[in-house]
């Protein structure tokens, strides 16, 4: 069974930083691309960055430069360094695998403070 368990959301005041995990169970890890999500309340989900299994990496416009996306195969797991954050980051963060199916994790809570 796929599993995703995201850890290290958390309330960081502006400017800080956080580093994201998400345990990968019941796949090849090293062969699928993964992706982080956010969703802020009142707002659409949002594509913040993908990692392919060959590492190339994509951020969104708004993340670019701050977030850094990475990936441990030998631990089946992914992160997101997360670095002069804002209080427009603030938002449920949720890990993402396609098989092509979608599969979810629970999602890790980040706050950010002005």
């Known amino acids: 069974q796929v599993q995703l368990v995201e850890s290290g959301g958390g309330l960081v005041q502006a400017g800080g930083s956080l580093r994201l995990s998400c345990a990968a169970s019941g796949i090849i890890f090293r062969l699928y691309a993964m992706s982080w999500y956010r969703q802020a309340p009142g707002k659409q989900r949002e594509l913040v960055a993908t990692?392919?299994?060959?590492?190339?990496?994509t951020y969104a416009d708004s993340v670019k430069g701050r977030f850094t996306v990475s990936r441990d195969n030998a631990r089946s797991t992914v992160y997101l360094q997360m670095n002069s954050l804002k209080p427009e980051d603030t938002a449920v963060y949720y890990c993402?695998?396609?098989?092509?199916?979608?599969?979810w994790g629970q999602g890790t809570q980040v706050t950010v403070s002005s």
């Open positions: 990692i392919t299994r060959s590492e190339t990496t």
């Open positions: 993402n695998v396609q098989l092509p199916s979608d599969y």
